[in-house]
């Protein structure tokens, strides 16, 4: 395991990137980052601020600054769970693709709603019907977590530990 590669969970929101994440890391003793923390912590404000004062796009360059220092480090191998939009600018998307293990956390759209149904910190799924707004981000995203993917896990039907065992046997 010592050579273990980076682990980066790539997928939609409500996926479990993050639960699946703390799993990783307990059990590879590496640290654990999820993107949105990072930025939220570097900004000093939470994810519904940035949306609301710098847009989208500037919660996407935040996101991309994010991903290139936590990729550039070499000394340390981590395991990282990545906001669900990652895959939408083309140099993230170079950049997870230069990594050994990026891992798709596949979730069909009644399980990405009835898991993001509780939780009110993610603003693009307050613009409209979130059923409608998960369909359409994945009709864009599916295949670009495809592109950039070397491991692809179902989800939908999976204990999180059994996700993770899924992840960490191909390893
Ligand atoms: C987003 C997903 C969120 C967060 C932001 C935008 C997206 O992360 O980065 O609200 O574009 O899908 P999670 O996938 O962790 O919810």
Do not use: C, E, F, Y
């Given at each position: 395991m010592k050579n273990a590669p980076n682990i980066i969970l790539v997928g939609?929101?409500?996926?479990?990137k993050t639960t699946i994440g703390r799993l990783l890391s307990q059990t590879l003793e590496r640290e654990f980052f999820d993107s949105d923390r990072v930025i939220e912590e570097k900004a000093g404000a939470d994810i519904p601020w940035i949306f609301d004062k710098e847009g989208e796009d500037g919660f996407r360059r935040r996101e991309t600054q994010v991903l290139q220092t936590m990729l550039d480090d070499k000394e340390q191998l981590v395991v990282l769970a990545t906001g669900?939009?990652?895959?939408?600018r083309e140099e993230n998307r170079d950049l997870l693709k230069s990594e050994l293990m990026v891992v798709y956390l596949y979730a069909s759209v009644e399980q990405q709603l009835h898991r993001t149904?509780?939780?009110?910190?993610?603003?693009?799924?307050?613009?409209?019907n979130p059923k409608e707004i998960l369909t359409n981000l994945f009709k864009i995203r599916d295949p670009l977590y495809r592109e950039v993917a070397s491991l692809i896990v179902e989800?939908?039907?999976?204990h999180p530990r059994a996700v993770a065992n899924k992840v960490l046997d191909a390893i």
């Open positions: 939609p929101m409500g996926a479990g669900g939009g990652i895959v939408m149904s509780k939780s009110n910190h993610r603003p693009l799924l307050k613009k409209g989800t939908d039907a999976r």
